[in-house]
């Protein structure tokens, strides 16, 4: 069974730092693009950083961009994100999600990153930003 697993959400101040995990079990990592995902209450679902199955490629959501970074360690089956400088707006459950390519998309006038082909969801990690 595909399963991904969130950790390293919580609460931070403005301005601070977290980093998130992905933890993959029951298929090697290494085949499938990654994509995080966010979702504020009452907002759509967004994906803020999304890296392809080699990690060469990464793609960010305007958003973002400059602040999170995404990488991936496939011998760990590990994916994570850097999120540094963070801000109120960013408070969200953070999932993950598993997939064949890289895709982006425009919404509103801002792009944003996302994967095709899902083949599997985390149940997501509660980041919030306050003072």
């Known amino acids: 069974q595909l399963q991904l697993v969130e950790s390293g959400g919580g609460l931070v101040q403005p301005g601070g730092s977290l980093r998130l995990s992905c933890a993959a079990s029951?298929?090697?990592?290494?085949?499938?693009?990654i994509g995080w995902f966010r979702q504020a209450p009452g907002k759509e679902r967004e994906g803020v950083a999304c890296?392809?199955?080699?990690?060469?490629?990464?793609n960010y959501a305007d958003s973002v961009k400059g602040r999170f970074t995404v990488s991936r360690i496939n011998a760990q089956n590990t994916t994570y994100l850097q999120m540094n400088g963070l801000k109120p707006e960013d408070t969200a459950v953070y999932h993950c999600a598993a997939g064949v390519f890289l895709r982006t998309y425009i919404s509103g006038s801002q792009h944003y990153c996302s994967i095709t082909n899902f083949a599997s969801w985390g149940q997501g990690t509660q980041v919030t930003v306050s003072s």
């Open positions: 029951g298929f090697a990592l290494d085949y499938y693009a």
């Open positions: 890296i392809s199955s080699s990690g060469g490629s990464a």
